[in-house]
């Protein structure tokens, strides 16, 4: 099985939401949140404002730590044929933008990031990691934790 540790970050700004459009190198799309990989002894704090800044271009403060989702996506349903299952853990936080401006990631793979209404996120293809961001930031569970989020449809891995 492969691992991943990720941290996420939940931007929320007067009934919207920053989410960033990832571009896969098959040319599917599909809009997710700004965050990503920890590196090797990097703090997942010090990740998800760095990880904001890679990919919107905006300058990150963390408001709070959101929960942490443990979630193992089976082999026959990863993107990648022919990989072993794999288990992400992402730590989501709660951002606030304080300066910086839009941009696409530079050499990357997020073509546009946006500030979007939230009731708008449920007609995006997008990711799970959206869904469970979006739980964790409107119902703040004491336990950091949101029940899983089905897959299918316009919700992806």
Do not use: K
């Amino acid at each position: 099985m492969s691992f991943r540790l990720a941290a996420y970050a939940v931007c929320m700004d007067d009934g919207r939401v920053l989410i960033a459009r990832h571009v896969s190198p098959g040319g599917e799309s599909t809009w997710t949140l700004p965050g990503g990989r920890v590196e090797h002894g990097e703090d997942p704090f010090d990740a998800v404002i760095r990880e904001v800044a890679e990919e919107t271009g905006c300058e990150a403060v963390v408001e709070r730590l959101l929960g942490v989702d443990s979630r193992v996506i089976p082999a026959a349903e990863r993107a990648v044929p022919g990989g072993p299952e794999h288990q992400n853990v992402g730590v989501f936080y709660r951002v606030r933008i304080v300066g910086g401006r839009l941009r696409p990631e530079p050499n990357g793979e997020i073509a546009e990031s946006a500030w979007t209404p939230i009731p708008r996120v449920a007609g995006l293809r997008r990711s799970s990691l959206v869904d469970i961001g979006l739980a964790l930031a409107q119902t703040l569970p004491a336990t950091g934790h949101v029940g899983p989020v089905p897959v299918g449809g316009l919700i992806q891995h």
